[in-house]
C-alpha cells in the first residue's frame, strides 16, 4: 500500500516563505517522478514541480526563480521550498509519484499566502 503523507501549508505574508515536505511509505521515489501541484477554489489543479529519479526538476513559469523542488532519497521525502510567496500562490498543495504504471496522491496542505 502506497502512502503520501505531506506536512509543511499554513498562513504566511505575502514575500514570505514556506517548505512543504511529503513522506512516501510503500513504495520508493527511485522509481519514478515526483510531482507538486496546487489546485485554488474554482480552479483546475495545476502542475508546479516535479523531480525525476535521477534529479531532472521541471518548473512551471508562474513559479521560477522562486520554488525549489528537490528530493532526499535517505528518508523518501520530496520537499518543496515556496519563497518570494505571493497572494496568488494560495491554493491547496498537493504531493504526486508517478510511475509507469501507477499514480499516486497526497491528502493535499492549505498554503493561504496573505496581501
Known amino acids: 500500500q502506497v502512502q503520501l503523507v505531506e506536512s509543511g501549508g499554513g498562513w504566511v505574508q505575502s514575500g514570505g516563505s514556506l517548505r512543504l515536505s511529503c513522506v512516501a511509505s510503500?513504495?520508493?521515489?527511485?522509481?519514478?517522478?515526483m510531482g507538486w501541484y496546487r489546485q485554488a477554489p474554482g480552479k483546475q489543479r495545476e502542475l508546479v514541480a516535479t523531480?525525476?529519479?535521477?534529479?531532472?526538476?521541471y518548473y512551471e513559469d508562474p513559479v521560477k526563480g522562486r520554488f525549489t523542488i528537490s528530493r532526499e532519497d535517505a528518508s523518501n521525502t520530496v520537499f518543496i521550498q515556496m519563497d518570494s510567496l505571493k497572494p496568488e500562490d494560495t491554493a491547496v498543495y498537493y504531493c504526486?509519484?508517478?510511475?509507469?504504471?501507477?499514480?499516486?496522491w497526497g491528502q493535499g496542505t492549505q498554503v493561504t499566502v496573505s496581501s
Open positions: 504526486n509519484y508517478v510511475t509507469w504504471k501507477s499514480i499516486y
Open positions: 510503500g513504495t520508493t521515489f527511485r522509481h519514478g517522478t
Open positions: 523531480i525525476a529519479w535521477d534529479n531532472f526538476t
